[in-house]
């Protein structure tokens, strides 16, 4: 029996896609090779790398928009310092908004490379709400923000319009909803929620924002050294980029980014109603700011916590714990997870209070 | 029918690596997900990586030497920056050995950090040998060579003694043969070539010579921070470092390096045999700097060129034509090439002088 995977990642990704994944690992391309095995410069994997591009581009609506599109790797992780050395000007001011571990941790990157402006924070709630009212400082390079927090259950609805630079990591909900994806002049993204396996880190970014700090780079943090490579500088993660081809080809097929956010927004729908209304259950983010990706809760009476755990195990649900900065539980409904796995929780929910 | 792959890399795996790996993007540990779908925290992964990080040093032989082992992105690419960021003072001085292609990289990186002094280069003869007669200064933080030239097919033999500390790019010949690994300081490796497939890089390091260098140290650049994290500061390259650990547990069960250099041996010994045997090839690396791993040659008679390509390729050898900074031929024999795939590629060269 196929479980029912909550995981907040590396997460469910499509079924189609794993099969296809699985076939290439012993016969790629009916080429009697497998895809781990064949020169990253060979026509097939060089397909493969083009394709994986063009659909994003194609999906984000960003064709013929002057950006390029990267597969790089080290995760959101590396790009936290990335970011600072391809915009951050010698002298420069960066502006972060804090709305998670995630931001916070972008912010200490940025911050060995010079002066960083934390313009908002919502650490003191434990960061279950995206702050609003702030001001972005005009001399500032860019201004840097996490889309969806996975650990806390957040998610931005609306960006901010602002005259710098404006960066978002968008690893935990790219992919998931329609955005118009050119108000951003570098998007960044670890593949493992809604793109493919862990280990690539897909990168978008407006080719005419580079170049203009005035330092030096080394060449595997320089976007631009990697554009000249049409993202093979060297060697990339080869299956993590193949199966991202598969999941974008699978949303392309689905009918894109309009189609699968009907699919959360009726997942999301379903499990919030739940959650608000059972009384052994309450939400944990700021209803206006939750996660159509992350819904974290908690039981109102924690000593029910083994017979809650029980019951949704026992229903073939994986993945439900929630991170130990929050507690009690956090559904993670990634695009690649079914509305029939959200009706078996909101079901055990229901019994459970049954 | 499968191939005879000589790809310079990524390469071969061995056959019962690339069905468990397959069968692992179904169901991994008959637990119902895919190993690309499960939590990188999760029970199950945390023994994948602690099981290959052990496997690592019980292969080397350095258990209980005060070495660790990480598993991180950017393959050896992104260790040409590391190296000088964890090793090189402020003010220090690196001393750099030129090999070849992936030497002069990692020399130009470690430029952009400080004083780098380039001890002996064989670019005067395209790299076709290793520069023995050269001098490390005393006053250099680090020494950093480059062991196995997949490009132009040499390969150290004797590293040299010295008081600085010891690093070395074995990207292309680790685990392949038998060395006292303990003479090095630093040892870091791209996954595929002997390892596994692209998308992690092995580094093995000595505790004690880091941080001593005075330079403030990016998170993701830090060896010391990956340790700390038990080599999971972020999300691992999940799927590369699974591949990664059933590669090193075959090798294990074959008996470990001192059975694989004998295997490594006789294939070398085969094909060079028959390269300087036969009248139609020519070797292109100086005889005693030879890489057991990558046998670089050419035709005697270029003419003989597109009739030479058929033949090989009538008899299922894949990946046989030499870099373009060299020409010719370059037969790659990694570990997990067996004898009798060379053996075809020499009945095809003495058919072809008959």
């Known amino acids: 029996m196929k479980k029912h995977n909550f995981s907040a990642g590396p997460c469910i990704l499509p079924q189609e896609v794993l099969k296809k994944a699985a076939a290439a690992v012993l016969n790629f391309n009916n080429d009697d090779l497998s895809l781990i095995e064949i020169s990253h410069r060979s026509k097939a994997f060089v397909h493969v790398m083009e394709t994986a591009r063009s659909l994003v581009l194609e999906l ?12 790089l790797q ?14 951050l000007k010698v002298n420069g001011k960066a502006a972060y908004l804090d709305t998670g571990t995630w931001s916070a941790k972008s912010i200490k990157e940025a911050k060995m490379m010079g ?17 609003k009212d702030f001001e972005i400082p005009g001399d ?6 996490t889309s969806n927090n996975t650990i806390f259950g957040t998610q931005i609805k609306e960006f901010p319009k602002t005259d710098s630079l404006l960066v978002c990591d968008m690893s935990s909900d790219i992919f998931s909803r329609q955005l118009d994806f050119s108000q951003f002049d570098l998007i960044y993204a670890g593949a493992q929620k809604n793109m493919g396996p862990a280990g690539t880190t897909l990168v978008v970014v407006k080719d005419e924002i580079l ?10 943090l320089d976007y631009q050294v990697h554009i000249g490579k049409d993202s093979m500088f060297n ?13 974008l080809q699978w949303l392309k097929d689905l009918g894109g980014i309009a189609e699968i ?21 309450e939400g ?27 019951a949704w195990q026992a229903a073939g649900i994986n993945g439900l714990n929630g991170h130990r900065s929050v507690g009690g539980y956090r559904a993670s409904m990634y695009n690649a997870m079914p509305l029939e796995s959200v009706q078996v929780l909101v079901d055990v929910m229901q019994n459970f209070n049954k």
Chains 1, 2 share one sequence.
């Open 284 to 310: 944990v983010a700021a209803t206006e700011d939750r996660s159509y990706m992350n819904a974290t809760f908690t039981l109102t009476d924690d000593t029910l916590k083994d017979k809650f755990d029980a």
């Open 74 to 87: 080290g995760g959101a992780s590396l790009e936290f310092l990335m970011t600072p050395y391809n915009l």
């Open 211 to 220: 170049g203009k700090t005035g330092r030096t780079i080394p060449s595997m």
């Open 60 to 71: 984000l609506d960003l064709e013929g928009k002057g950006y390029s599109v990267l597969f």
């Open 261 to 281: 956010e009907k699919i959360n927004e009726a997942k999301a729908e379903l499990l919030y109603n739940e959650i608000d209304s059972n009384p052994l259950f």
């Open 115 to 131: 002066t960083v402006d934390v313009v908002a924070s919502s650490k003191d709630k434990n960061y279950s709400y995206i702050p």
């Open 140 to 145: 500032t390079d860019y201004f840097h923000c």
């Open 235 to 247: 060697t990339p993660s080869v299956f993590a980029v193949y199966v991202s081809m598969l999941t």
